[in-house]
């Protein structure tokens, strides 16, 4: 028994425990469970018509609210200034009062269990809850790239990647817990989240960084089992609209999909045993220094005093001059000279039409089966599929967008473009719907949403450089409310309230005070999503203007100041270990140098891993 090595018995067994608890990879299977629920505001759709009808707002007012959601759901400034100053538990656990607070505050409301509330609180309450996500996605994801920092890219496209799955989990759980009672799903989300949060709130936090030769290898297989549960939850959404399932079916399906959700915690286990026996053997078999001849040294050279640099009279720019005198893309902007850019400019034109146009869609997806005629099971089912191929298409535009850009020289903008262009197809589908044709426009939206996400953001890090990079990201999350509310509150809902409207005076029905408007057939969402289309084209033509400006910056290598920046950083390791190992030598009398050559030290360490210089 491997806890026997420390003590044995129940005692190796807690100190076992312990230390998989403590580990850095259980970090990231907590950061896995909480990005797994965190995903509320991609099911809008299946709770926004018990909105809609409990409170009697009309579509326009809908999509306010949906508008506010989005706004909040990207507005991370204030938890990233937040965790800059705090340890992770404190951003987590603002996050958990708000997503208790504000989603709890419209259940009550849509329940009649509080008076009805204005409409500005109302838009409170649901950016409230919708902004738990950002403090969710900095307390959790920032913590983790921090902790493996050389597999930064790898933890983003996991964990953004089960971001876009949640609401297919949430789904599910939700038919399992309260079946086909969508009110009680805005219970589901209050709750469900915050507890998940609640539980890892001491176990999300900066570990010291030891990096392990394997590590990319074991975030590929938490890669393959996210893919495992995404492949059979699109199995188990076809059966579900094919058959309909009973209450225990439903269970049975939700206890499937949490098993593979905790498929993770087994290669946690799996790693933190494996560290915990090479701990083990360090303590048996004490580190051991060879002597390898080599070369003669150079001779060290004395430090030599510090030579001043010539002073110059001339006062140095100010960060408001250098506004308009950017650097070379792909060094460091400063963020003025970023947000005042030209290619800054045409990509956030470009994510405010496809994004917004995009989320237009997956907000409004119950409203648009329920104008053309569709059950509410088939509506679960487009929720369901938007989530999935949302998850699918941020972890395939992430790992091959790198793979092209990498072997052929690829541009991200360019398949940005792309991206683009294909969601057009999603918008035609739903402004000249086919029978059944919604499916696979459920398909297409969801897959371009989750592609454009780590497009953007890459290309971002890309030309504007790290430095600062977490401004710039949350500025590109800013264009996707502004085209959330041109697109969904200003054309899509003006146009739904205008034809629905139509179609009560063409039957002679007076609109009563606080009744809803409910518009049916495909003129509901005909001329909204044909003029979506065209903003979308537009959002295209500009990206492909940034393919234009950029064509000879990617042609080139891109990672070379980061890749010299690691090598220096390695060289710099080598030689202090090269300096330990001599002393270790002079300390212990063991070894022997030759004259003339010099002796090169390999410290070996099973708890540590290798350095060697390159």
């Given at each position: 028994m491997v806890?026997a090595?420390?003590g044995?018995g129940?005692?190796?067994v807690?100190r076992l425990?312990l230390?998989?608890?403590?580990g850095?990879?259980?970090m990231?299977f907590a950061?896995?469970l909480i990005?797994?629920?965190?995903?509320?505001t991609?099911?809008?759709s299946?709770?926004s018509?018990d909105?809609k009808t409990?409170l009697?707002?009309?579509q326009t007012?809908?999509?306010?609210?949906s508008?506010?959601?989005?706004m909040?759901?990207n507005?991370g400034l204030?938890?990233?200034l937040i965790?800059e100053?705090?340890p992770?538990?404190?951003?987590l656990?603002?996050?958990?009062v708000m997503?208790l607070?504000?989603y709890?505050?419209?259940?009550?409301?849509?329940?009649g269990?509080t008076a009805k509330?204005?409409i500005?609180q109302?838009?409170?309450?649901?950016c409230?809850g919708?902004?738990s996500?950002?403090?969710a996605?900095t307390?959790?994801?920032?913590?983790?790239?921090?902790?493996f920092p050389e597999?930064?890219?790898?933890?983003?496209?996991?964990?953004?990647?089960?971001?876009?799955l949640?609401?297919a989990i949430?789904t599910?759980l939700y038919?399992?817990?309260y079946?086909d009672n969508s009110?009680a799903?805005?219970?589901?989300i209050a709750w469900l989240?915050a507890?998940?949060?609640?539980v890892?709130l001491?176990t999300i936090r900066i570990?010291?960084?030891?990096?392990?030769?394997?590590e990319?290898?074991v975030?590929y297989k938490?890669?393959y089992s996210?893919?495992g549960?995404?492949?059979?939850?699109?199995v188990?959404?076809?059966?579900?609209?094919?058959?309909?399932?009973?209450?225990?079916?439903y269970?049975?399906?939700?206890?499937?999909?949490?098993i593979?959700i905790?498929?993770?915690?087994?290669i946690v286990?799996?790693?933190?045993l494996?560290?915990?026996?090479?701990k083990g053997?360090?303590?048996?078999d004490p580190?051991?220094?060879?002597v390898?001849?080599e070369s003669?040294?150079v001779l060290?050279q004395p430090?030599?005093?510090?030579?001043?640099?010539p002073?110059s009279k001339?006062?140095?720019d100010?960060?408001i001059?250098?506004?308009?005198?950017p650097?070379?893309r792909?060094?460091?902007?400063t963020?003025?000279?970023?947000l005042?850019?030209?290619?800054?400019l045409i990509l956030?034109?470009?994510?405010?039409?496809g994004?917004?146009?995009?989320?237009?869609a997956?907000d409004?997806?119950?409203q648009?089966?329920?104008?053309?005629?569709?059950?509410?099971?088939?509506?679960t089912t487009?929720?369901?599929?938007v989530s999935?191929w949302?998850y699918?298409g941020?972890?395939?535009?992430?790992?091959?967008?790198?793979?092209?850009?990498?072997k052929?020289?690829?541009p991200r903008?360019l398949?940005?473009t792309?991206?683009?262009?294909?969601s057009?197809?999603?918008h035609?589908?739903?402004?000249?719907p086919?029978p059944?044709s919604?499916?696979?426009?459920?398909?297409?939206?969801g897959?371009?949403?989750g592609a454009?996400?780590p497009?953007?953001f890459a290309?971002i890090?890309?030309?504007?450089g790290?430095?600062y990079?977490?401004?710039l990201?949350n500025?590109?999350s800013?264009?996707?409310p502004v085209?959330?509310?041109?697109l969904?509150v200003?054309?899509?809902?003006r146009?739904?309230?205008?034809e629905a409207l139509?179609?009560?005076?063409?039957?002679g029905?007076?609109?009563?005070?606080?009744?809803?408007l409910?518009?049916t057939g495909?003129r509901?969402f005909?001329?909204?999503?044909?003029?979506i289309?065209?903003?979308?084209l537009?959002?295209f033509?500009v990206?492909?203007?940034?393919?234009?400006?950029?064509r000879?910056?990617?042609?080139g290598?891109i990672?070379?100041?980061y890749?010299?920046e690691?090598?220096?950083?390695e060289?710099e390791?080598?030689s202090?270990?090269?300096?330990?190992?001599?002393?270790?030598?002079?300390?212990?009398?063991?070894?022997f140098?030759a004259p003339?050559?010099?002796a090169?030290?390999?410290t070996?360490n099973?708890a540590e891993p290798h350095?060697?210089?390159k």
């Amino acid at each position: 028994m491997v806890a026997a090595e420390f003590g044995g018995g129940w005692r190796g067994v807690k100190r076992l425990a312990l230390h998989v608890i403590l580990g850095r990879w259980f970090m990231v299977f907590a950061s896995l469970l909480i990005m797994s629920v965190s995903g509320s505001t991609y099911i809008f759709s299946l709770y926004s018509n018990d909105i809609k009808t409990s409170l009697g707002y009309d579509q326009t007012t809908l999509n306010l609210l949906s508008f506010f959601k989005d706004m909040g759901g990207n507005l991370g400034l204030l938890s990233g200034l937040i965790n800059e100053i705090t340890p992770p538990w404190v951003v987590l656990s603002i996050g958990v009062v708000m997503n208790l607070f504000g989603y709890l505050m419209i259940w009550l409301a849509v329940t009649g269990r509080t008076a009805k509330p204005h409409i500005w609180q109302m838009c409170l309450y649901i950016c409230l809850g919708s902004n738990s996500q950002a403090f969710a996605n900095t307390g959790a994801l920032v913590t983790c790239v921090k902790n493996f920092p050389e597999s930064r890219g790898s933890v983003l496209g996991l964990l953004k990647g089960l971001v876009g799955l949640s609401g297919a989990i949430t789904t599910q759980l939700y038919h399992a817990l309260y079946g086909d009672n969508s009110k009680a799903l805005i219970l589901l989300i209050a709750w469900l989240p915050a507890a998940v949060s609640f539980v890892f709130l001491g176990t999300i936090r900066i570990i010291k960084i030891v990096r392990q030769p394997n590590e990319l290898k074991v975030f590929y297989k938490m890669l393959y089992s996210s893919l495992g549960l995404a492949g059979f939850l699109m199995v188990l959404i076809i059966l579900q609209n094919r058959l309909r399932f009973t209450r225990i079916e439903y269970v049975g399906s939700a206890c499937v999909v949490l098993i593979l959700i905790f498929i993770p915690l087994a290669i946690v286990i799996r790693e933190e045993l494996n560290i915990w026996k090479r701990k083990g053997n360090a303590l048996n078999d004490p580190t051991q220094v060879k002597v390898v001849a080599e070369s003669p040294p150079v001779l060290e050279q004395p430090p030599s005093l510090p030579v001043e640099a010539p002073t110059s009279k001339r006062k140095p720019d100010s960060c408001i001059s250098n506004i308009f005198k950017p650097p070379d893309r792909g060094e460091d902007y400063t963020i003025l000279q970023a947000l005042f850019s030209i290619d800054m400019l045409i990509l956030f034109v470009a994510t405010t039409f496809g994004v917004g146009g995009t989320l237009t869609a997956i907000d409004n997806l119950g409203q648009i089966g329920k104008s053309l005629g569709y059950p509410t099971r088939s509506i679960t089912t487009f929720v369901s599929l938007v989530s999935i191929w949302n998850y699918l298409g941020r972890a395939t535009a992430g790992f091959a967008s790198e793979i092209f850009l990498v072997k052929y020289k690829f541009p991200r903008p360019l398949m940005l473009t792309c991206v683009l262009l294909f969601s057009c197809v999603g918008h035609l589908l739903i402004a000249f719907p086919l029978p059944n044709s919604l499916y696979l426009a459920s398909v297409v939206i969801g897959f371009c949403f989750g592609a454009q996400w780590p497009l953007i953001f890459a290309t971002i890090s890309e030309i504007f450089g790290l430095k600062y990079y977490s401004t710039l990201y949350n500025f590109g999350s800013v264009a996707s409310p502004v085209g959330s509310y041109i697109l969904n509150v200003q054309v899509a809902g003006r146009l739904y309230d205008e034809e629905a409207l139509k179609q009560m005076e063409a039957l002679g029905v007076a609109r009563k005070a606080g009744q809803e408007l409910t518009c049916t057939g495909a003129r509901c969402f005909r001329m909204a999503f044909i003029i979506i289309t065209a903003a979308t084209l537009f959002g295209f033509l500009v990206s492909f203007l940034l393919v234009l400006r950029t064509r000879k910056f990617y042609k080139g290598d891109i990672y070379r100041k980061y890749r010299e920046e690691a090598e220096a950083a390695e060289r710099e390791m080598a030689s202090t270990a090269h300096g330990i190992g001599q002393f270790r030598e002079r300390e212990s009398g063991a070894g022997f140098t030759a004259p003339g050559h010099a002796a090169s030290f390999k410290t070996t360490n099973t708890a540590e891993p290798h350095i060697t210089n390159k």
